[in-house]
């Protein structure tokens, strides 16, 4: 029993990051902005431990701003979920300086893998999803990796999901898989529906509700 209280509090305290790799330079300090303010969030709702894939992109400005947060909140944990050893291997050399920045700030690694194998980025983010209640995400387009773990995160059925890609204005809807590519930006949005809708239980409803308003 005690056990199990113990997986159920460190699962209440404990969120995740997900975003794509590739993002509009031109929304960089905006989506800062967000991801802090969410933070900051989640925070205040009893939130401690925040799990990080260490990839390009989405999840380099979520361990940075976390890092950052962690300043004013030394309570607060940067946890790194690497898939292998090598995963910045052959990446450019200003992006590995910035990884091993991350690295040598968290508050735990843990690697999965020595080495890559196909589905090691999978088994990293359901890694993450499988030890936290709340999906802190960046999802433009259902297609991919980010995508792939928003749905598992749904499937679990308690992993809580707040988009940070979808406009302020609807933060607060509770969206329907019919209308969930058409709140995005991202041109390609009507054709990712038809070729790669999000499917979520029948029945089921995805709740896009901020935690205090600013998410």
């Known amino acids: 029993m005690s056990e199990e209280k113990g997986i159920t509090e460190s699962l209440r305290k404990t969120a ?17 902005k967000r991801v802090f303010q969410c933070i900051t969030d989640a925070y ?18 979520a361990a940075f701003q976390t890092i950052i947060f962690r300043k004013y909140h030394p309570d607060v944990k940067l946890l790194l979920a690497i ?10 050399e200003k992006d590995r300086r910035i990884y091993h920045e991350i690295l040598d700030a968290a508050d735990d690694k843990t690697v999965l893998s020595p080495l890559y194998y196909r589905g090691a980025m999978l088994t990293r983010n359901r890694y993450m999803a499988d ?13 991919g990796g980010t995508a792939s773990t928003v749905r598992y995160a749904l ?19 509770i969206l329907r898989e019919d209308t969930w590519n058409y709140t995005f930006i991202s041109r390609s949005a009507a054709v990712n529906a038809v070729t790669a ?7 089921k409803k995805l709740i896009m509700k901020n935690m205090s308003g600013s998410c």
């Not at 209640?133 to 999802?139: G, K, N, P």
Request: proline share 6%; aromatic share 10%.
């Open 155 to 173: 499937a679990q059925g308690r992993i809580r999901i707040i988009n940070l890609a979808v406009p302020p204005d609807y933060s607060s809807d």
């Open 83 to 92: 898939p292998c050893a090598s995963q910045a291997d052959r990446w450019a």
């Open 16 to 32: 995740f990051f997900t975003g794509h790799r590739v993002l509009d330079t031109d929304k960089t300090r905006s989506i800062e």
């Open 197 to 203: 809708p999000l499917r979520l239980m029948p029945g």
């Open 44 to 61: 205040h709702n009893g939130y401690r431990q925040f799990y990080c894939g260490c990839a390009l992109g989405f999840d380099t400005i």
């Open 131 to 143: 030890r936290s209640s709340l999906c802190i995400c960046y999802l433009q387009h259902m297609r």
